[in-house]
């Protein structure tokens, strides 16, 4: 429990407009884009490092957990309070502090939303590279610790390879930057290691990322198909024929029907499958692979390619694509979604054994996924008010990330282990290796003080304890 | 070339059983594959025990539908290479010494070359890594597949650490297409204004070229040619690649090299070294605007200048002094006699204490190649 000095503390440090603690304003703060739940005691807006410093001070000297979080999008669990404490929210250190596009760099704060420094950006002709379904909402800093994707980093990865220095406050309240404007700079990788830690090491307050320069051509084609192996065949032999695209984005029919009816993006309503295909570069690059691909898509059977003829026409594309998620909530209550990766040459099994777990069952699993990469993502729609749904969606998920573990994959391509994965992990990796991380985690963060119980196994199964053990404040519902 | 009595453990499992049989004696270890960057970074004073990876030389796994790769780290980047090739794919990153390197050396020394302006470096194309440590343990980051959040990235750690931390057994990687064509031109100029301007305008262009470099006059020289020299390297189609002669005319002089150049330019730093068994590179990462200014440099200067790295040569490393100054700054290769005392990483950052407590935690006796990692390890 958070005492009430501790919170008058708090409050001092981010004055009378920056906090949370009325119960009906901490409900909000209890969920993010995943299924868990666990309900803060406090939330803080701090508006610079030195109030983050001083908000750690406070969280060590009474020793509570804090959690940061971005906009809360995520889809693991990752900005939660499973065991309670303050989340500090850095929706105010929102500042884009310097664009350098002499030297291909921008400096931003964390609460920067991900499309907010494309669109600082896009009239000079550069754009930040990681884009990721919510990248109208999402913060840059959630994205460093998620080590977030998108539908582009087919081409050119993940957030990790699109961040060069950080600025983070450790536990303790030490600050310190690591990295910077220079590339390969010598010495230990931290800025390498920190991003994608889940919060769970240090805290970040500022991100040095790369822009890229915008291509000259991009063209978006939509490949239409009677069957979904098929569909999913095209995606190994793209990469077998040493095509390039940037992004290729698969929709399963029952998808399709969703997302179209949201949307009208021009999505077929009787195809068994699509592909999205975006290629982009030099025209004369782009030219040659759209009509490479058109003969790849029909080689495979599909029964149609069609070519975004207009910028609208491909923006209404990738709205659908995009709005995927927002679309499911007209046909469901809510819904759970996996993250598994595995090799592209899987996809097509991989698609049947997540048919047969929805069978199974007896729920709807819709597919919609980064293809070019192997990250699949089922979403499965239930329903919570009946009872058992959420369990029996749990254990479906579960199947079809030990799947994906079973033909060389991973549980996680881009949403993060959070609070979801935990007990995953073991599935995945040795006992010394966990050990390892655990090691590593608890050097920066010894007392186990910041986002506690993500990441790594939490000891809830026949696990030995590897965390402490979760407390009365976490709520699974 | 390399140390007496040297143990090659034949499989990872033995590997790590043999560090945690030196550190169990507190016995200083000395790390390598083939050793052929014993005088990058800080050499190791004689070790108790020598390690070499050089006969972990398997493919594990290598399934080019999937553009994935698997091998032990004591495998020849060069063999890989050949592998690749066969199948017309590629790891694009251009590593020196790239005959005899081992990949756990290449990932080891996070070295790179021309390729990195559009492929990055090794920290980008690894996608998992099974390293050992002192206590015996195989520890895996990462995995086999391209996409992978799952737990900590561990592997970034391990690229250019420079075997302090642990040894990398096995690497894992995203490999790519071969492009169809792949060219290389030179754009030679009398000032080094001009060539830092074409530069600009390539980097402000659509032309996403596979690399960026320039040479001064000493560095021109050194590879047959005059002048300020701006070279490229581009792949694509026909007509891509015919479209990249066309606009790089537009700026300048331009002729074309034929692909042995960009090995050469590759192999600059090696062929340099055994020259000048006294001489000295330092390497000075900077920014794309401030690097192209080291193009004045009477010594050789070789700029990565599609990343802002630069390496400047000197044939007799006391001159290196003043370049050594600069901030972010480090004596890449030093001279054979042991008799150098100069710092090799002058200004670490006030990260490098947070490095120090990765350091402990992982060689808490400070057994693992003592020296490297530029003198402060």
Redesign the interface.
């Given at each position: 429990m958070l005492s009430a000095e501790a919170k008058r503390k708090l409050a001092a440090v981010v004055g009378p407009q920056g906090y949370l603690d009325q119960p009906e304003d901490l409900l909000l703060y209890e969920y993010d884009g995943g299924v868990d739940k666990a309900r803060p005691e406090m939330v803080v807006f701090p508006r610079s490092t030195e109030d983050v410093v001083a908000i750690v001070r406070i969280s060590k000297e009474y020793g509570f957990p804090i959690v940061g979080r971005g906009a809360g999008t995520g889809l693991s669990g990752g900005a939660i309070p499973r065991m309670g404490g303050v989340i500090i929210g850095f929706s105010r250190m929102n500042r884009i502090l310097e664009i350098d596009l002499?030297?291909?760099?921008a400096v931003v704060q964390p609460g920067v939303v991900n499309l907010d420094l494309t669109v600082a950006v896009q009239g000079d002709q550069y754009f930040f590279a990681p884009d990721p379904s919510s990248q109208k909402a999402c913060t840059l800093g959630g994205n460093v610790a998620?080590?977030a994707?998108g539908p582009h980093?087919l081409a050119y990865?993940?957030t990790?390879?699109h961040v060069l220095g950080l600025e983070f406050v450790t536990p303790d309240g030490e600050v310190?930057?690591?990295g910077?404007?220079?590339?390969?700079?010598?010495?230990?990788?931290?800025?390498?290691?920190l991003?994608?830690?889940e919060g769970t090491m240090v805290l970040v307050t500022k991100v040095v990322v790369r822009l890229m320069?915008?291509?000259?051509m991009v063209k978006t084609l939509l490949a239409i198909y009677n069957s979904t192996d098929d569909c999913a065949n095209t995606v190994?032999e793209i990469?077998?024929r040493?095509i390039?695209p940037v992004a290729v984005e698969m929709l399963d029919g029952v998808m399709l029907r969703m997302v179209e009816e949201a949307t009208h993006a021009g999505f077929p309503l009787d195809a068994a499958a699509v592909l999205l295909i975006e290629l982009e570069?030099?025209s004369?690059?782009v030219l040659?692979q759209v009509e490479q691909i058109r003969e790849v898509c029909l080689a495979c059977q599909a029964r149609e390619v069609r070519v975004a003829k207009n910028a609208e026409e491909r923006d209404l594309l990738w709205k659908g694509r995009k709005n995927a998620f927002g679309a499911v909530g007209r046909v469901s209550p809510t819904y759970y979604v996996q993250d598994g990766?595995?090799?592209?040459?899987q996809i097509a099994p991989t698609l049947r054994f997540i048919g047969q777990t929805g069978a199974k069952y007896g729920l709807t699993i819709s597919n919609i996924f980064?293809a070019g990469?192997?990250?699949m993502h089922p979403i499965i729609l239930f329903d919570p008010r009946q009872p058992g749904d959420l369990e029996k969606a749990q254990r479906a998920g579960e199947e079809i990330l030990d799947y994906c573990i079973s033909v060389?994959?991973?549980?996680?391509?881009?949403?993060?282990?959070g609070m979801e994965?935990t007990e995953l992990?073991p599935h995945?990796?040795?006992e010394?290796?966990?050990?390892?991380?655990r090691?590593?985690?608890e050097?920066f963060d010894p007392e186990g003080r910041l986002n506690p119980g993500k990441?790594?196994p939490t000891g809830r199964g026949c696990l030995e304890i590897r965390q402490p053990a979760l407390g009365p404040s976490s709520i699974v519902y | 070339m390399l140390p007496p009595q040297t143990v090659s453990p034949d499989s990872p499992e033995e590997f790590a059983a043999a560090l945690r049989a030196a550190s169990d004696q507190r016995r200083t270890i000395a790390l390598f594959g083939r050793g052929t960057k014993h005088r990058m970074a800080g050499a190791v004073p004689a070790a108790e025990v020598n390690l070499s990876t050089a006969r972990l030389t398997r493919v594990l796994q290598y399934?080019?539908?999937?553009?994935?790769l698997s091998v032990e780290a004591g495998i020849r980047f060069a063999e890989v290479d050949q592998l690749l090739g066969e199948h017309?794919q590629m790891l694009p990153l251009d590593p020196p010494f790239a005959g005899e390197a081992t990949v756990g050396g290449v990932l080891a020394s996070?070295t790179?070359g021309p390729r990195?302006r559009l492929y990055?470096?090794a920290?980008?194309l690894t996608i998992g890594m099974k390293f050992a440590?002192l206590e015996g343990?195989?520890?895996?980051?990462g995995?086999?597949?391209?996409?992978?959040?799952?737990?900590?990235?561990?592997a970034?750690?391990l690229?250019?650490?420079f075997g302090t931390?642990g040894a990398i057994v096995v690497a894992n990687f995203k490999v790519?297409?071969?492009p169809q064509v792949e060219r290389h031109f030179l754009l030679s100029f009398d000032l080094a204004a001009d060539a830092r301007a074409a530069r600009d305008r390539v980097?402000?262009?659509?032309?996403?070229p596979q690399s960026l470099d320039l040479l001064n006059p000493a560095a021109a020289a050194r590879m047959g040619k005059s002048g300020f020299l701006l070279s490229i390297q581009a792949g694509?189609?026909r007509?891509?690649v015919d479209?990249y002669q066309r606009e790089l005319a537009a700026l300048g002089p331009l002729s074309e090299v034929d692909p042995n150049w960009t090995a050469r330019l590759r192999e600059f730093t090696p062929a340099f070294l055994e020259e000048h068994p006294e001489g000295a590179v330092v390497?000075l990462?900077?920014?794309?605007?401030t690097a192209p200014a080291l193009l004045e440099s009477p010594a050789p200067a070789v700029i990565r200048a599609g990343?802002?790295?630069a390496y400047l040569y000197f044939a007799e490393a006391s001159a290196a002094a003043a370049v050594l100054s600069q901030p972010?700054a480090?004596l890449e290769f030093s001279p054979t006699s042991r008799s150098f005392t100069a710092e090799l990483?002058p200004s670490?950052?006030?990260?490098?204490?947070?490095?120090q407590?990765?350091?402990r935690?992982l060689d808490p006796h400070h057994l693992l190649n003592r020296g490297r990692?530029?003198g402060?390890t």
């Open positions: 002499a030297n291909e760099r998620e080590n994707g980093t990865g993940v990790t390879n310190f930057t690591t910077g404007k220079e590339a390969d700079l010598p010495g230990y990788d931290l800025t390498g290691l991003t994608g830690s320069r915008q291509p000259e190994a990469t077998a040493a390039t570069g030099l004369e690059a040659e990766v595995v090799p592209r040459t980064h990469d192997g990250n060389g994959g991973s549980i996680t391509g881009e949403h993060g282990v994965k992990m995945l990796f040795t010394e290796t966990l050990a390892m991380m090691r590593f985690k050097l990441m790594l | 399934e080019p539908r999937d553009l994935t017309r996070n790179c990195r990055g470096t920290r980008d440590t343990k195989l520890i895996q980051s995995g086999m597949v391209v996409k992978n959040v799952a737990g900590l990235d561990m970034k750690l690229i250019g650490s931390l790519l297409p071969r980097l402000r262009s659509v032309l996403q694509g189609n007509a891509v479209r390497r990462c900077s920014t794309l605007e990343s802002g790295v972010k480090i990483w670490p950052g006030a990260d490098f204490e947070i490095m407590r990765v350091k935690m990692l530029f402060r």
